[in-house]
Nanobody
Framework: QVQLVESGGGLVQAGGSLRLSCVVS????????LGWFRQAPGKQRELVAR????????NYADSVKGRFTISRDNAKNAVYLQMNNLKPEDTAVYYC??????????????WGQGTQVTVSS
């Protein structure tokens, strides 16, 4: 099994910053893409940011470009999301996503339990 444990969510005022962390553990041969998604009440889950296995390529939702930065530490099997200049519309549950090659030789997607980010105006 593979587990993703997120941390770092919370309540912040508009213009503030938060840093989300996600550590991946379990039956992992290698981690491929790592990403962050979010889901606001009444809305579909959407991609926020994603990073390739070597960290050399990233992509972001247009709404967060220039404000959020995704990074990873392969030695720790961890991915981070630095969120600056937060806006009330960033309020959502944020989910970590990992595309994993398991030790059984299978490519699978795994999700964290989600962490709430609330931005007050």
């Amino acid at each position: 099994q593979v587990q993703l444990v997120e941390s770092g969510g919370g309540l912040v005022q508009a213009g503030g910053s938060l840093r989300l962390s996600c550590v991946v553990s379990g039956s992992i041969f290698s981690l491929n893409f790592l990403g962050w998604f979010r889901q606001a009440p009444g809305k579909q889950r959407e991609l926020v940011a994603r990073i390739t296995s070597g960290g050399g390529s990233t992509n972001y939702a247009d709404s967060v470009k220039g404000r959020f930065t995704i990074s990873r530490d392969n030695a720790k099997n961890a991915v981070y999301l630095q969120m600056n200049n937060l806006k009330p519309e960033d309020t959502a549950v944020y989910y970590c996503n990992a595309h994993v090659l398991t030790r059984l030789g299978q490519f699978r997607d795994y999700w964290g339990q989600g962490t709430q980010v609330t931005v007050s105006s």
